[in-house]
């Protein structure tokens, strides 16, 4: 069993940056896949950006790409999304999740996980 906790979050103002981490329970936290997933108000989770096991490879949504950047500390059991250039739209309930080992490439779509932080809400004003 994985446990992931979130934390980073908060209010930014539009043009801001936030820096979210995911620390990981597991000692075999450098052999997962790892990921994150928003949700806003309304809307259904979707797929921020995911990192492979040894942070080699890296996977953006396009409503992300160039602002935002994941990367993975293994020796921390600790997985980072540094969110540059804010806005409103990026605002919801941001989650990392967890995949088994065994993936050889970058995993997208959530049913790959199998388990998930309790979330971290980012709000940014304009």
């Known amino acids: 069993q994985v446990q992931l906790v979130e934390s980073g979050g908060g209010l930014v103002q539009a043009g801001g940056s936030l820096k979210l981490s995911c620390a990981a329970s597991q000692r075999t936290f450098s052999s997962l896949p790892m990921g994150w997933f928003r949700q806003a108000p309304g809307k259904e989770r979707e797929f921020v950006a995911a990192?492979?096991?040894?942070?080699?490879?890296?996977r953006y949504a396009d409503s992300v790409k160039g602002r935002f950047t994941i990367s993975r500390e293994n020796a921390e059991n600790t997985a980072y999304l540094h969110m540059n250039s804010l806005k409103p739209e990026d605002t919801g309930v941001y989650y990392c999740?967890?995949?088994?080992?065994?993936?050889?490439?970058?995993?997208?779509?959530?049913?790959?996980?199998?388990?998930w932080g309790q979330g971290t809400q980012v709000t940014v004003s304009s």
């Open positions: 999740a967890a995949a088994t080992p065994g993936h050889t490439v970058v995993l997208v779509t959530q049913e790959k996980y199998d388990y």
């Open positions: 990192i492979n096991w040894s942070g080699t490879s890296t």
